[in-house]
């Protein structure tokens, strides 16, 4: 009974090794030959082609600025730059973020950079020119700058009213004015646009328009100082000195240490004949200013006016040495001495002015009768000769009658005085 039992199970047991052994056989025979067939999976599978590295950082530099991230968008417009020194976009962004960051003039740099890349860009040229135009010195660069986009872009009328304050900065009034008064700019404009345009139309001549823009303004701004100013001088300019000295005497009841606008108010009031109220706002110009010559001319012409000789000719000898080859200021000086009756002296000066090729008859007429005062009889006959030879009415014929008599040569002083005669 137990060998029974024992042969069964030795018979299970070989049969299961059997079948261990017949499957080894099997496993075997696929490794081998179902490998050939089968490909084995790749540990790494091949990714999808995507956009390059410095385009992507790009891109996520853009979102960090658009955030007001702005170091962090910096810093990955640089590690763009770094794998692509060519890449535009990424050089713009970067002159963009430092512009955001404050860096205005690393931000200058960066869009000329951005320009040498790309030439037309016009992005980086409007905000090159934008940045050039908050520096006096760097006007031209910005000009140029706006005209070459506006040549890309010129239906952007925002570039023009801008280009039309810096041709107005650098004093190109007239073209100020005409880039203002293009079609489109003018609902554009703001306050400080108007002043701006305004001044340039009255650099440009242009007063008519130049004083109702003025006053429009000044209805809005009555305190605005340069503007009083510049309406008054638009009034003086055409001699309207009811309109003008109001105005100055305002402005200088503001500011009486101005020396600037002291000169304006005494030109003024020169220009007006008032010459005794001109001599107190001239002198405080002249003393303010003493090397202005202009200053203290118009100081020596607001006393003389009023009367009081003996002062203006020290006032024209202060301001003379400004004036050295100014042959009507020499004149004038030598009219003063000869209204003083310092004949000598008006002489000296008259003959400077003659020599430095003055020969008006206002000169001639001064200088004969200066050398006739001091007594040079025979220097002041030329003068007069030729005096009358210009201008033959019987006051000059008749005063060089009388010097023919004063130097003995009464045939010729009778044949003058019948010259008088017969003319009568």
């Given at each position: 009974?137990?060998i029974e039992?024992?042969r069964?199970?030795?018979?299970?047991?070989?049969?299961?090794?059997?079948i261990v052994v017949?499957?080894?056989?099997?496993?075997?025979?696929?490794?081998?030959?179902?490998?050939?067939?089968?490909?084995?999976?790749?540990?790494?599978p091949?990714?999808?082609?995507?956009p390059?590295?410095?385009?992507?950082?790009t891109?996520v530099?853009?979102?960090?600025?658009n955030?007001?991230k702005v170091e962090?968008?910096?810093?990955?417009y640089?590690?763009?730059l770094a794998?692509?020194?060519r890449?535009?976009d990424?050089?713009?962004?970067?002159a963009?973020?430092?512009?955001?960051a404050?860096?205005?003039a690393i931000?200058?740099?960066e869009?000329k950079?951005?320009?040498?890349?790309s030439?037309?860009?016009?992005?980086?040229?409007?905000s090159?020119?934008?940045?050039?135009?908050?520096e006096?010195g760097?006007w031209?660069q910005a000009?140029?700058?706006?005209r070459?986009?506006?040549t890309?872009?010129?239906?952007?009328?925002?570039?023009?009213r801008?280009l039309a304050?810096?041709l107005?900065w650098?004093?190109?009034?007239e073209?100020?004015?005409?880039?203002?008064?293009?079609?489109g700019?003018?609902?554009?404009m703001?306050?400080s646009d108007?002043?701006?345009?305004?001044?340039?139309?009255?650099?440009?001549?242009?007063?008519?328009?130049?004083e109702?823009?003025i006053r429009?303004l000044?209805?809005g701004?009555?305190?605005?100082?340069?503007?009083?100013?510049?309406?008054a001088?638009?009034y003086?300019a055409?001699?309207?000195?009811?309109?003008?000295l109001p105005?100055?005497r305002?402005?200088?009841?503001?500011?009486?240490?101005d020396?600037?606008?002291?000169?304006?108010?005494?030109?003024?009031?020169?220009?007006a004949?008032?010459?005794?109220?001109?001599?107190?706002?001239?002198?405080?110009?002249r003393?303010?200013?003493?090397s202005?010559?202009e200053?203290?001319?118009?100081?020596?012409r607001?006393?003389?006016?009023?009367?009081?000789?003996?002062r203006a000719?020290?006032e024209y000898e202060?301001?003379l040495?400004?004036?050295?080859?100014?042959?009507?200021?020499?004149?004038e000086?030598?009219d003063?001495l000869?209204e003083?009756?310092?004949?000598?002296?008006?002489a000296?000066?008259?003959g400077?002015?003659?020599?430095q090729?003055?020969?008006d008859?206002?000169?001639?007429a001064?200088?004969?009768?200066a050398l006739?005062g001091?007594g040079?009889y025979?220097e002041?006959?030329?003068?007069?000769e030729?005096?009358?030879?210009?201008?033959p009415?019987?006051r000059?014929?008749?005063?060089l009658?009388?010097?023919?008599?004063r130097?003995?040569?009464?045939?010729?002083?009778r044949?003058?005085?019948?010259?008088?005669?017969?003319?009568?």
């Open positions: 009974m137990r039992l024992f069964r199970r030795l018979g299970r047991l070989l049969l299961l090794c059997g017949l499957s080894s056989y099997v496993i075997a025979g696929y490794l081998r030959f179902g490998a050939q067939r089968v490909p084995a999976p790749a540990l790494n091949p990714a999808q082609a995507g390059p590295q410095w385009q992507q950082l891109t530099a853009n979102d960090y600025l955030k007001n962090q968008a910096l810093v990955n640089r590690e763009a794998l692509n020194p890449y535009v990424a050089q713009l962004g970067l963009a973020g430092e512009y955001r404050g860096r205005q931000a200058l740099e869009y950079r951005t320009l040498k890349l030439p037309k860009n016009t992005n980086a040229m409007i090159l020119a934008r940045i050039e135009a908050t006096s760097a031209p000009e140029a700058h706006y070459e986009y506006l890309l872009r010129p239906d952007d009328l925002e570039a023009s801008e304050r810096v107005s650098e004093g190109k009034a073209q100020a004015v005409g880039m203002f008064q293009r079609p700019v003018a609902p554009l703001t306050a108007r002043r701006d345009y305004a001044f340039a139309l009255a650099r440009a001549g242009r007063n008519t328009e130049a109702a823009e429009g000044l209805a701004s009555p305190g605005d100082r340069e503007l009083s100013l510049e309406l001088d638009l003086a055409r001699k309207d000195w009811s309109g003008a105005l100055y305002s402005l200088l009841a503001k500011s009486p240490a020396p600037k606008l002291n000169l304006q108010y005494g030109w003024a009031l020169l220009a004949k008032n010459y005794a109220e001109a001599v107190g706002p001239l002198e405080r110009a003393d303010a200013m003493p202005n010559g200053a203290g001319l118009a100081l020596a607001a006393v003389k006016g009023s009367g009081d000789l003996k000719c020290k202060r301001a040495p400004a004036f050295q080859g100014n042959a009507a200021v020499v004149r000086y030598a003063a000869l003083k009756r310092d004949y000598k002296k008006a000296r000066f008259y400077s002015a003659y020599q090729g003055l020969r008859d206002r000169l001639l001064g200088y004969a009768g006739s001091a040079k025979k002041a006959l030329p003068v007069l030729e005096l009358q030879r210009r201008r009415t019987p000059e014929t008749f005063e009658a009388k010097l023919m008599h130097l003995g040569r009464d045939d010729q002083a044949a003058l005085l019948r010259q008088v005669e017969t003319s009568q």
